[in-house]
């Protein structure tokens, strides 16, 4: 079973920066992909970025591309996501989830089938 642990939200300043980690245990597909996510209040959940493990291949959305980077240490089993440049409208519950058959696509929610508990960004302008 795979498990997702999230950690490094919190309150930052526009302009600012935070690294968020994903530790995923059990999760032992080779071919998969690990994604992040964001939910803010009355809104949608969106894809924000994804690694492949089998190649390392990225996503990025267009709302965050040049400004967020997403990277991984297999030996700790973690992915992280830097956020650079943040802005308010960055303010959501960052989550970050497990596609145990595809690669990175384009980050779509309904193909990833293990997800974290969130953790909370707030970017204040």
């Known amino acids: 079973q795979v498990q997702l642990v999230e950690s490094g939200g919190g309150l930052v300043q526009a302009g600012g920066s935070l690294r968020l980690s994903c530790v995923a245990s059990?999760?032992?597909?080779?071919?998969?992909?690990i994604g992040w996510f964001r939910q803010a209040p009355g809104k949608e959940r969106e894809g924000v970025s994804c690694?492949?493990?089998?190649?390392?291949?990225?996503y990025y959305s267009d709302s965050v591309k040049g400004r967020f980077a997403i990277s991984r240490d297999k030996a700790k089993n973690t992915v992280y996501l830097q956020l650079n440049s943040l802005k308010p409208e960055d303010t959501a519950v960052y989550y970050c989830?497990?596609?145990?058959?595809?690669?990175?696509?384009?980050?779509?929610?309904?193909?990833?089938?293990?997800w974290g508990q969130g953790t909370q960004v707030t970017v204040s302008s």
């Open positions: 989830a497990a596609d145990s058959e595809w690669p990175c696509g384009t980050a779509v929610p309904a193909t990833y089938d293990s």
């Open positions: 059990g999760f032992t597909s080779a071919h998969g992909n």
């Open positions: 690694i492949s493990i089998y190649d390392g291949s990225t």
